[in-house]
Nanobody
Framework: QVQLVESGGGLVQAGGSLTLSCKAS????????MGWFRQSPGKEREFVGGIGWRANRWYGDSTRGRFFITRDNAQNLVYLQMHSLGPEDTAVYFCAATSRSAEFDTEYGMDYWGKGTLVTVSS
C-alpha cells in the first residue's frame, strides 16, 4: 500500500510560479509511474502530467511548456514545477501512482491517490 501526501499549494499571483511536492511512503517508489492531476469546482479531474520510473515525462495539452515534473527516487518525492500561472490553473492538485508501464493521460487505472493540495491563482 502506497501513501501519497501532497504539499506546496497556496495562493499565487497570475504570472507567478509555484512548486508542489508529493511524498510517497509504503511502497517501492522507483517502480511506480507518478502522475499529477487537478480538479476545479464543477469540472472533471484533469490530467496535468506524468513521469515514468525511467524519468520519461509527458504532459497534458493545457500544461505542456509551463509545467515540469521531476522525481527524486532516493527521497521518494515527485515535484510539479508550475510557471506562468493563470486563474485557469486554480484547482486542487493531486498526485497519483500506478504500477503500469504505459504512459497515461486519464485518472483511470491509477492505483493510489493523495488527498490533494489547493492552488489558487489570483488575477
Amino acid at each position: 500500500q502506497v501513501q501519497l501526501v501532497e504539499s506546496g499549494g497556496g495562493l499565487v499571483q497570475a504570472g507567478g510560479s509555484l512548486t508542489l511536492s508529493c511524498k510517497a511512503s509504503g511502497g517501492t517508489f522507483s517502480s511506480y509511474a507518478m502522475g499529477w492531476f487537478r480538479q476545479s469546482p464543477g469540472k472533471e479531474r484533469e490530467f496535468v502530467g506524468g513521469i515514468g520510473w525511467r524519468a520519461n515525462r509527458w504532459y497534458g495539452d493545457s500544461t505542456r511548456g509551463r509545467f515540469f515534473i521531476t522525481r527524486d527516487n532516493a527521497q521518494n518525492l515527485v515535484y510539479l514545477q508550475m510557471h506562468s500561472l493563470g486563474p485557469e490553473d486554480t484547482a486542487v492538485y493531486f498526485c497519483a501512482a500506478t504500477s503500469r508501464s504505459a504512459e497515461f493521460d486519464t485518472e483511470y487505472g491509477m492505483d493510489y491517490w493523495g488527498k490533494g493540495t489547493l492552488v489558487t491563482v489570483s488575477s
